[in-house]
């Protein structure tokens, strides 16, 4: 059976993601990585002690091949991992993240309830903050020992119709695998179906978990001045839980640590609706609009991207569901830039993905610099792009021959 395999790289690929570096999980490697981690924990906490922890952790690692965290640098190993992510704009924050120490809870059914409690923390009424929740660690030969298939905690399907496309085109296949795997989907499909989770374990096969709905916020959108928006029936949710990303401290992997902070607007406006290979709604704004789409270049896809992007802003503002906007996402990471600056630390950045769609280089610092674009630091968070993806295990069960294009 080899459906694990294929959501795998659907997923890699609608997320786009950067490579996991090469395996390291030889002793050498993960002691290097530890003592990299140790020291440089040690000394931004400005903690005594680093010379016998560091001594401790080797000898672990020589012994078992990992080290176990402790809770205060599992804690601060995650907050440094949102410092180094180089697609984030929203760092600033980084200190602030609410890390759930989950590592003993490996079964799934247990696991289903840490992410609902999850969802309802994050949630918080609608004031969104930012939380991970941090399950077992990767066991040093044999791999995840959890595994989430989505890659959020809240999607919505995406249903294939003949040769009609309903919902979002980029979860057809995660709606198709929750099917295979027993999930009954809503009685008529619709363009919001909300995905239920997948979630494999080391011990039992990959289960489909209703969603906890209750624990969802939505917002419909509609825009400030233009009555017809709220006829196009267009939602968004208010949670962005990144869900298959793998959390790497100092040379231990997380398989299963989903975070979440809040959106900036861009994300839903510019791309999730008006991307044409996602819910490709601005010919349908601009309709509305009644714009003269015959030419490109009289900028109609911009002028409606950027209704679409006042309409998700203010229907969330409206709601009550923190969202940021690009004016004040570019200034607070002007004052992540010196911060890190004043720390003597490089700031790691990926231009093209901190810079949105709407607001243009007139308008935003965060345009008139460049960024470190070094290989990513550790620790980090990595895309499931490489065979590591399905380790031993988990890969055996599903995919006998172990092979793993792309
Ligand atoms: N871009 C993704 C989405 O639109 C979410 C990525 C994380 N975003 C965030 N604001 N934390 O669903």
Do not use: K
């Amino acid at each position: 059976m080899t459906t694990n395999v294929a959501v795998g790289q659907q997923q890699a690929e609608c997320l786009g993601g950067t490579a996991l570096p090469p395996g390291s999980s030889s002793i050498e490697e993960v002691t290097a990585a530890a003592v990299e981690f140790l020291s440089m924990y040690y000394a931004e906490r400005q903690l005594q002690g680093a010379a016998e922890r560091i001594a401790g952790v080797r000898e672990e690692v020589a012994s078992t091949g990992t080290y176990w965290h402790t809770p205060a640098e599992l804690a601060y190993g995650a907050r440094v991992a949102w410092r180094h992510s180089a697609r984030c704009i929203g760092r600033v924050r980084w200190s602030g993240l609410m890390v759930r120490d989950r590592r003993t809870v490996t079964l799934v059914a247990d696991i289903a309830v840490e992410l609902a409690e999850h969802l309802r923390v994050a949630d918080n009424g609608g004031r969104v903050r930012p939380v991970i929740t941090v399950f077992a660690p990767d066991h040093p030969t044999t791999g995840p020992r959890a595994r989430l298939w989505n890659d959020q905690l809240i999607r919505y399907c995406g249903w294939q119709l003949g040769d009609r496309l309903l919902g979002d085109p980029a979860q057809v296949g995660m709606a198709a695998a929750a099917l295979r795997l027993g999930w009954q989907p809503p009685s008529a499909p619709g363009p919001f179906d909300l995905l239920p989770w997948v979630i494999e374990t080391a011990d039992e096969d990959p289960t489909v978990v209703q969603l906890p709905v209750h624990l969802v916020r939505e917002v419909a959108l509609t825009h400030p001045r233009y009555g017809w928006f709220a006829e196009l029936g267009l939602r968004w949710y208010a949670l962005p839980v990144i869900s298959n990303m793998r959390l790497r401290i100092g040379g231990v992997d997380y398989s299963c640590a989903p975070f979440n902070g809040h959106y900036l607007g861009d994300e839903i406006g510019s791309r999730n609706l008006s991307d044409v290979d996602r819910y490709d709604q601005l010919r349908a704004v601009a309709a509305g609009l009644e714009l003269d789409t015959s030419s490109t270049s009289a900028l109609w896809r911009e002028h409606a991207a950027l209704v679409i992007n006042q309409a998700v802003l203010h229907s969330f503002q409206a709601a009550g569901v923190r969202i940021s906007d690009p004016h004040t996402e570019s200034e607070l990471f002007m004052r992540f830039c010196a911060a890190e600056e004043r720390a003597g630390r490089p700031v790691y950045g990926d231009w093209s993905w901190l810079n949105g769609s709407v607001g243009w280089a007139a308008l935003h610092a965060v345009h008139h610099r460049y960024y470190d674009i070094r290989t990513p630091p550790d620790p980090n968070f990595w895309h499931p792009t490489r065979p590591s993806f399905l380790r031993p295990t988990l890969q055996d069960r599903h995919h006998p021959t172990g092979r793993r294009e792309g």
